[in-house]
């Protein structure tokens, strides 16, 4: 399983950036791929996953609104578009593949992000 996040950056209050998470190595359409968020000294957080919701995209209460994931099955990759950045959105944002039923567990977070494998993630830095 490899996966490659990019899209990163600076941007200002208010902005918007996509993150693309681009995947290979195993069934894209037979699993599902996660966002999560980890910011120093917090743990890692769920935002949000494409097919893992009864074959649909499911975001996490604290991103809805603001952010929406989406995949493009021709090109083994997913998006986070993310609108109306804070600071508080500030960290380094990864992406992880499984089943849908195991991501959306943790995207839920009834459990911890799994040990692994992960993208070596992108950071986004937001300025007030």
């Known amino acids: 399983v490899q996966l490659v996040e990019s899209g990163g950056g600076l941007v200002q209050t208010g902005g918007s950036l996509r993150l693309s998470c681009a995947a290979s190595g195993f069934s894209f359409d037979e699993n599902s791929v996660g966002w999560f968020r980890q910011v120093p000294g917090k743990e890692r957080e769920g935002l949000a996953c494409n097919t893992c919701s009864d074959g649909g995209p499911h975001v996490a209460d604290s991103v809805k609104g603001r952010f929406t994931v989406s995949s493009d099955n021709a090109k083994n990759t997913v998006y986070l578009k993310m609108d109306n950045l804070g600071p508080d959105d500030t960290g380094k944002y990864y992406c992880?593949?499984?089943?849908?039923?195991?991501?959306?567990?943790?995207?839920?977070?009834?459990?911890?992000?799994?040990?692994?494998?992960w993208g070596q993630g992108i950071q986004v830095t937001v300025s007030s």
């Open positions: 992880q593949a499984n089943s849908p039923s195991f991501i959306l567990i943790r995207i839920l977070g009834v459990l911890p992000p799994s040990p692994g494998p």
